[in-house]
T-cell receptor
Framework: GQNIDQPTEMTATEGAIVQINCTYQ??????LFWYQQHAGEAPTFLSY??LDGLEEKGRFSSFLSRSKGYSYLLLKELQMKDSASYLC??????????WGAGTKLIIKP | IAGITQAPTSQILAAGRRMTLRCTQD?????MYWYRQDLGLGLRLIHY???????GKGEVPDGYSVSRANTDDFPLTLASAVPSQTSVYFC???????????????FGPGTRLTVL
């Protein structure tokens, strides 16, 4: 079956760095997405990885290892506004997104 | 501003009633999707459409129907609502659908539906 696993909740301190891990099993693989979702709002696109390695985009970076079925989202210089849920999703061979349940990130001052 | 709109924002519905959730996009995207989001679960795909005139079933299609008469609109209908359909419903669109591409999905603001 297809499955996306990520931690349910994480806590970090303002100004620090946090890494949110995601492991995936999909039928075929056409890339991995990270989305951010603030409470009560719609998910918004953060990053897309299809090749192994690190993609950096400002304070946010995303890493992919296809051989390990593993990705992480790295958030640097955390700000209070980064408090949100972070959704990992794998794109399978039919170009359907398989979603994880999301990681709720709590930022403390 | 280009994007996706959904209506209504929220709705309380009696069990057994028929309800249509509306979704409109102005980005001329080929593909559209309906998801439900429940606490502790990932987004679950209900139905999708890769292009106007075609639709497909997702992971949890039972009790729901869709139509795609044109590129912009993708309504979701609950023929006879049941309490287990209480959820937040998100409509999304993407440029390519199953034609490939990175296929970033853009989401509407959601409809919060409560079935009593």
């Amino acid at each position: 079956g297809q499955n996306i696993d990520q931690p349910t909740e994480m806590t970090a301190t303002e100004g620090a760095i946090v890494q949110i891990n995601c492991t995936y099993q999909t039928s075929g693989f056409n890339g991995l997405f990270w989305y951010q979702q603030h409470a009560g709002e719609a998910p918004t696109f953060l990053s897309y990885n299809v090749l192994d390695g690190l993609e950096e985009k400002g304070r946010f970076s995303s890493f992919l290892s296809r051989s390990k079925g593993y990705s992480y989202l790295l958030l640097k210089e955390l700000q209070m506004k980064d408090s949100a849920s972070y959704l990992c999703a794998g794109l399978d061979s039919n170009y359907q997104l398989i979603w994880g349940a999301g990681t709720k990130l709590i930022i403390k001052p | 501003i280009a994007g996706i709109t959904q209506a209504p924002t929220s709705q309380i519905l009696a069990a057994g009633r028929r309800m249509t959730l509306r979704c409109t996009q102005d980005m001329r995207h080929n593909a559209m999707y309906w998801y439900r989001q429940d606490l502790g679960l990932g987004l679950r795909l209900i139905h999708y459409s890769n292009t106007a005139g075609t639709t497909g079933k997702g992971e949890v299609p039972d009790g729901y129907s869709v139509s795609r008469a044109n590129t912009d609109d993708f309504p979701l209908t609950l023929a006879s609502a049941v309490p287990s359909q209480t959820s937040v419903y998100f409509c999304a669109s993407s440029e390519f659908g199953n034609s490939g591409g990175t296929d970033t999905q853009y989401f509407g603001p959601g409809t919060r539906l409560t079935v009593l």
